[in-house]
């Protein structure tokens, strides 16, 4: 099989649309600033939050949208691709220097894509945003360090929408193999830990304290864990993909780890793989969504 990151972004997007936290979403509806709204995502992938944005009809009339990711790769697929997702649904995409305008009827988003590390991009002083948005990022990144830099990208009464945060349970089902099933479990949210670049297997519980010493106040918090099954004896849209991906984050992370023996590891691999080949596997990870208010 053939690994692409876009590609598991894109699959990615079905399981996070059921797992972003709903009593959080609502109240992000709530106290979202009216247009013209600028909105600042970090680690933005491909921009299948802006699409979701959009099809969720969150974003108010005129928007400016900064999609900001490092990876090279992210950025190129995000000028193919959102053009085509455009096309696609309904809106009109021209291509500016900065990026994308996306227009439908009264509404227009200004997008501009930018490839680089947030930890370079925030000292240059960007404008500051209404909403700043981080969906399946502060857990890789150093904690609780990271925070107030992030936060002061924020207007005085901005928000930020701070989505899937792990937070320190991985399930696989149906059993393997239970001693092995969880020192691999526990191995993996080791690695997570131990990442040169910063990283936390319990970073949504541990938001809590963090944001609080970030004096960013808490207006929403709940759970917003991934959920996949099969559902009539196949998974929904690309989410085999998806499981196939989480199955190779496994492997990239334990391959020659010294407390696993290797065939045992490759044969754990080999086994879940089919099960997700036969609609078996069921995987539940459990993660944090939080809206937050600037730090006061
Ligand atoms: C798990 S992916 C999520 C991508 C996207 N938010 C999504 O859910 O589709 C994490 C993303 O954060 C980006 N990232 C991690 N550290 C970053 C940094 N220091 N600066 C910019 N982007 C970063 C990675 O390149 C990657 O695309």
Do not use: C
Request: proline residues 9%; glycine residues 6%; aromatic residues 10%.
């Amino acid at each position: 099989m053939e690994y692409s990151f876009p590609q598991y972004l894109l699959a990615k997007q079905s399981v996070d649309d059921r797992a972003l936290n709903k009593d959080v979403l609502q109240a992000l509806r709530l106290h979202l600033s009216p247009s013209p709204l600028r909105v600042i995502e970090l680690g933005a992938g491909i921009g299948t939050m802006l699409t979701r944005l959009l099809r969720w009809d969150i974003l108010p009339p005129t928007a400016t949208y900064i999609l900001l990711d490092q990876m090279p790769e992210n950025i190129a697929h995000a000028h193919q691709w959102l053009p085509l997702w455009a096309g696609q649904n309904g809106w009109q995409a021209q291509p500016t220097p900065q990026g994308i305008h996306l227009q439908r009827g009264e509404q227009s988003v200004q997008v501009e894509l930018i490839q680089a590390d947030l930890f370079d991009y925030i000292p240059q002083k960007p404008q500051p945003a209404h909403l700043l948005i981080a969906h399946a990022v502060l857990d890789l990144l150093p904690m609780p360090q990271s925070l107030p830099p992030l936060l002061s990208l924020l207007q005085p009464g901005g928000l930020a929408w701070l989505t899937i945060n792990f937070d320190g349970v991985t399930t696989l089902e149906p059993t393997l193999h239970p001693e092995l099933d969880s020192r691999i479990e526990s191995l993996y949210h080791l690695s997570m830990d131990k990442r040169p670049s910063g990283g936390d297997s319990q970073s949504g519980r541990h938001l809590f304290g963090h944001l609080k010493q970030a004096k960013a106040p808490i207006l929403a918090a709940g759970a917003s864990d991934w959920v996949v099954y099969p559902y009539n004896g196949e998974y929904p849209a690309q989410e085999a993909y998806f499981l196939h991906f989480i199955l190779h984050f496994f492997e990239e992370s334990l391959t020659r780890h010294p407390s696993l023996d290797p065939h045992a590891f490759a044969h754990w691999l080999q086994e879940r793989h089919a099960q997700i080949d036969r609609a078996e596997l069921v995987y539940i990870a459990h993660q944090m969504d939080f809206l937050v208010g600037a730090p006061t």
